[in-house]
């Protein structure tokens, strides 16, 4: 049971951590923000990271993302990847590997696009899939990046800002992308899917990979599906060029959508919610045109994780309302919350807010909108 500071409520979906509700970062943003800040602030100083994304009057800029670091001599970017090494942006493992945990995921896996996956559907067939339905038998190569542009407080794998602040578990995690090509050509494995932290850190390193493991299939006539998960941070030119592989190889670019309000996207994920927000809209635009030119395998697909009490009913119809004003027939996935990290003081998420989050989004027009990490749900609130 927890308690908002400013206007007193209480109750199940009010979290002491984060210390306001969402009525009061819509209506009163500034004062709320001054309070739900202060998790970010307290747990990042712990690990040694920016308290927020660094602007160093003559530092180095960073322009792979929104939060546009400039960093100062010897310092790190807010996402932890890159630093000012004597006046020249660097990535701190090297543009030729990556901090990163790969491993082999069976299809079709639990993938955030799994109701129209390739793998899982046969969406594509034959062009892009292996067969007219699900791929048993094949793998996902799943590419875990440590390091994010984000410091989401309910954040499922927090265990990645270790690896990077450690040096001991930087080392052990630190691979040559020579290492991942050479796994990702296994004719077992016909899809990679980047995710984290944020694939959008390592986008140099990433996009990379991509593209001599599909030119390797372009040569021999293999599937290597491309995929994404990630916050939408990027910047316009370098999404395109993410999209692009995925366009190319039947892959699917999944933005996770965190909040639709600026200041209760900020009070979860720590960046300024405004020009996030922002930027997200841009790439979902950007990426609906993009779609235009490949009808068989849906490009862009938008997940939401419903926090209780925070990612509401009408954080979610504002999100849908503006995908259906683009394209009704964008894939929108509600995903269910459970309690992890900094935000532990929340139940999952209930059956009822699911429900409704998604016949609201069918209301606004989107056609296909999927509830999945079902066994989550509950009746707790």
Known sequence: MGRCILCGASGPTISSRIGVCADCLRNSPRQALEVAMRIHREYRAKLGLPIEPPRAPNGVKCMLCVNRCSIPPNGVGFCGLWTNDGGKLKHVAGLDHAIVHYYLDPLPTNCVATPVCPAATGCGYPRYALRPGAEYGYYNLAVFFAGCNLDCVFCQNWEHKDILVSGSLRERYTVSLNEIVKVAKNDLIPCICYFGGDP?????????????????????????????????????????AMAELS?????????????????????????????????????????????????????????????????????????????????????????????????????????????????????????KVFIENVWLLGDYY
């Open 200 to 240: 959008g850190p390592h986008a140099p390193q990433a996009i990379r990979i991509s593209r001599l493991v599909l030119d390797y299939a372009k040569k021999f006539g293999k599937i290597k599906r491309i995929c994404w998960e990630t916050n939408g941070l990027e910047s316009p030119w370098v999404a395109k």
């Open 247 to 367: 366009l190319e190889s039947g892959g699917i670019f999944k933005i996770d959508w965190k909040a639709w309000t600026p200041s209760i996207y900020q009070a979860l994920t720590g960046v300024d919610g405004s020009a996030a927000t922002e930027n997200i809209r841009n790439l979902v635009r950007m990426l609906i045109d993009m779609s235009s030119l490949r009808k068989e395998v849906p490009l862009l697909v938008v997940s939401v994780l419903l926090v209780p009490g925070y990612v509401d009913v009408e954080e979610v119809q504002s999100i849908a309302k503006f995908i259906a004003s683009l394209d009704r027939d964008v894939p929108l996935v509600l995903l269910a919350f459970h309690p992890d990290h900094l935000l532990k003081d929340l139940p999952p998420t209930s059956r009822r807010h699911a429900e409704e989050a998604a016949k609201v989004a069918r209301e606004e027009g989107l056609r």
